[in-house]
T-cell receptor
Framework: AQSVTQLDSQVPVFEEAPVELRCNYS??????LFWYVQYPNQGLQLLLK??????LVESINGFEAEFNKSQTSFHLRKPSVHISDTAEYFC???????????FGTGTRLTIIP | DTAVSQTPKYLVTQMGNDKSIKCEQN?????MYWYKQDSKKFLKIMFS???????INETVPNRFSPKSPDKAHLNLHINSLELGDSAVYFC?????????????FGPGTRLTVT
């Protein structure tokens, strides 16, 4: 069985400050890792994913996440946030060869002007 | 063009009623999913169909019955609705190959049972 833990349910950050959203996972087999973003009253959109290769993955809007196998983590970071980043962020995991996505409980990122 | 669409967007109904939610994807994907998001935003998979065949069926009450008439459609029928069924239901689709495990989500259907 696989599981995902997002310890921070809410993260308030001042505009243009850096942010880190934490994600830890548990799995007995190799994993694929994802960050999805949900803007208010919308569906989920894929932000970035780790399947293999370089452990540092980036999104087109300045977010990055690093896969750390020894710490079973996939934390999401952005060096400078904007008001438009206000959303709910979900970390998710699936096992190699299994398309089932298991989500964390989400982190609400609130940007303070 | 909408990739994954759901109807209706909002659904308000009374306990005991039967209702359906429809989902369609125009991405040519072979796999479709239903997720339930509760009031605390927790997302949990309910069902998954690959080429019209049920491949994931989580511990969901049998009042919930998915139906996939073809690869592009996955509908969710709910019998005898209960208050606890109130949630946002998301449909998603993906193409199962080794190069991508991305799931594309619809806008959601907010179901309110009174």
């Amino acid at each position: 069985a696989q599981s995902v833990t997002q310890l921070d349910s809410q993260v308030p950050v001042f505009e243009e400050a850096p942010v880190e959203l934490r994600c830890n996972y548990s799995s007995s087999v190799s994993v694929y890792l994802f960050w999805y973003v949900q803007y208010p009253n919308q569906g989920l959109q894929l932000l970035l994913k780790y399947l293999s290769g370089s452990t540092l993955v980036e999104s087109i809007n300045g977010f990055e996440a690093e896969f750390n196998k020894s710490q079973t983590s996939f934390h999401l970071r952005k060096p400078s946030v904007h008001i438009s980043d206000t959303a709910e962020y979900f970390c998710a995991v699936s096992n190699f060869g299994n398309e089932k996505l298991t989500f964390g409980t989400g982190t609400r990122l609130t940007i303070i002007p | 063009d909408t990739a994954v669409s759901q109807t209706p967007k909002y659904l308000v109904t009374q306990m005991g009623n039967d209702k359906s939610i429809k989902c369609e994807q125009n991405l040519g994907h072979d796999t479709m999913y239903w997720y339930k998001q509760d009031s605390k935003k927790f997302l949990k998979i309910m069902f998954s169909y690959n080429n019209k065949e049920l491949i994931i069926n989580e511990t969901v009450p049998n009042r919930f019955s998915p139906k996939s008439p073809d690869k592009a459609h996955l509908n969710l029928h709910i019998n005898s609705l209960e208050l606890g069924d109130s949630a946002v239901y998301f449909c998603a689709s993906s193409q199962l190959d080794r190069s991508s495990y991305e799931q594309y989500f619809g806008p959601g259907t907010r179901l309110t049972v009174t």
